[in-house]
């Protein structure tokens, strides 16, 4: 058994029921605009099937509906059910529900274990879900897969600003401020304390290019947003 896998999956397990509420609060709602970057940079044809890994509460796969009008069918897999049922209960909760349950589909799942055939998806994207998966060039070798040719990964990470006095600030604010909110909302108060430790040990933007580019992707991109306290990265599957 992976530990650290069963132990990321229960602590979200046990976070799910607040996981948004707490993201609009502790982002100031900057995680909406975020993902509506994060969906436009995708570049996404008419009617395209997209996958979301690590898809949660499908704030991801609602944007993709949103921005395609309708039209997208998106998967999404997640391997915390608590998530997942969170997702089912947002999609079942929204107007015209059984056309939306329709084109959103979702999946209990592992990143490292895509169950898709290859070069089968328009879209592929993942939000604030690579920094818990500790083999990233492989799944985003998994993810280039199942991408068809020609078509973009979009990948969504909270990292850590380079100015010295931005960094001193995040810091502060994500090893007091951040597990202090958390644990006013939610009974896991150590998913807070987990989160600022796993933003510090993720890569550079320039080092996690770099493993986008080894795993076969052109045109790899990264924008910081929002100070550098998040970033996007857009990879292209060669033709």
């Known amino acids: 058994m992976n530990r650290e896998l069963e132990f990321v999956k229960d602590m979200f397990d046990s976070i799910a029921p607040k996981y948004d509420f707490l993201n609009r609060l502790l982002s100031l709602r900057q995680d909406v605009m975020w993902r509506k970057e994060m969906v436009k940079a995708a570049h996404l044809p008419d009617h395209p099937l997209t996958l979301d890994v690590a898809c949660g509460t499908c704030d991801v796969a609602l944007e993709i509906y949103r921005q395609s009008r309708a039209t997208a069918r998106v998967i999404g897999v997640d391997f915390s059910f608590g998530m997942l049922a969170k997702g089912l209960e947002k999609l079942g909760a929204r107007n015209r529900a059984s056309t939306i349950r329709s084109k959103i589909r979702l999946i209990n799942g592992d990143a490292l274990a895509l169950p898709f055939a290859k070069d089968l998806f328009d879209g592929v994207f993942i939000a604030f879900g690579i920094r818990n998966i500790m083999d990233r060039q492989r799944a985003i070798q998994s ?28 810091m502060l604010y994500f090893k007091k401020i951040l597990p202090w909110i958390g644990s006013l909302f939610s009974k896991n108060s150590h998913a807070y304390h987990y989160l600022p430790d796993s933003v510090i040990k993720f890569p550079s933007s320039v080092e996690f290019a770099g493993i986008m580019k080894q795993a076969g992707f052109d045109h790899v991109m990264f924008k910081p947003m929002t100070l550098g306290i998040v970033t996007l990265f857009v990879g292209t599957k060669k033709r």
């Open 143 to 170: 993810f280039y897969n199942v991408l068809k040719p020609g078509r973009r990964l979009a990948v969504l990470e909270l990292t850590t600003p380079e100015n010295n006095v931005l960094k001193a600030l995040y």
